[in-house]
Each structure stands twice: as structure tokens, then as C-alpha cells.
């Protein structure tokens, strides 16, 4: 039984920092893509960021600079490092892990107020 769980997630002021994380179980969590992603309310799911499994990362522009992807895969647990954060950021956080099947977490609530 695959499991996703995201953490980290609150709220913060403008400027301020989070990190949240993804905790997978169930699977070969190496082997897999993690994507973080987010939708804000009314509006649609857009990817933040990627990680691969051999540690290539992609950033979306809005977040590029900002936010940071990683992984730790003896923990089975990827990371989204947020710096900087801005009231356009409020969204709900979630979590992809993508090889032949994906799987989504449940999400995590980030308000960033001004």
C-alpha cells in the first residue's frame, strides 16, 4: 500500500520561510520523480518544482530563486524548501511521486499573509 504525506505546511508572514516535506512509503522511493505543486483557491494545480531520480531539478519561474527541491531517499522523504515568501504563494501544497504509476499526497495549507 503506497502512502504520500505532506508536512511542514502554516502560516508565515511575507519574507518569511518554510520547508515543507513528503514522506513516502510503500514504494522504491529512488526510483521515482517527485513534483511539488500547488492550487491556489479557484484556481488550477500548476507545478512548483522537480526533482528526478538522478537529482536534476526544475523550478517554475515564479518560485525559481526561492524555492528549493530536494530528497533524501534513505528517508524516503523529499523537501520543498520556500524563502521569501509572498501572499501569492497561499496555496495548497501537494505532492507528486511519478515513475511508471504516480500517487499524490493529501496536501498541506501554506497562507502567506502581508
Known amino acids: 500500500q503506497v502512502q504520500v504525506v505532506e508536512s511542514g505546511g502554516g502560516v508565515v508572514q511575507a519574507g518569511g520561510s518554510l520547508r515543507l516535506s513528503c514522506a513516502a512509503s510503500?514504494?522504491?522511493?529512488?526510483?521515482?520523480?517527485i513534483g511539488w505543486y500547488r492550487q491556489a483557491p479557484g484556481k488550477q494545480r500548476d507545478l512548483v518544482a522537480t526533482?528526478?531520480?538522478?537529482?536534476?531539478?526544475t523550478y517554475a519561474d515564479s518560485v525559481n530563486g526561492r524555492f528549493t527541491i530536494s530528497r533524501d531517499n534513505a528517508k524516503n522523504t523529499a523537501y520543498l524548501q520556500m524563502n521569501s515568501l509572498k501572499p501569492e504563494d497561499t496555496a495548497v501544497y501537494y505532492c507528486?511521486?511519478?515513475?511508471?504509476?504516480?500517487?499524490w499526497g493529501q496536501g498541506t495549507q501554506v497562507t502567506v499573509s502581508s
Open positions: 507528486r511521486l511519478t515513475n511508471v504509476n504516480g500517487y
Open positions: 510503500g514504494i522504491t522511493f529512488s526510483s521515482y520523480t
Open positions: 526533482i528526478s531520480s538522478e537529482f536534476r531539478t
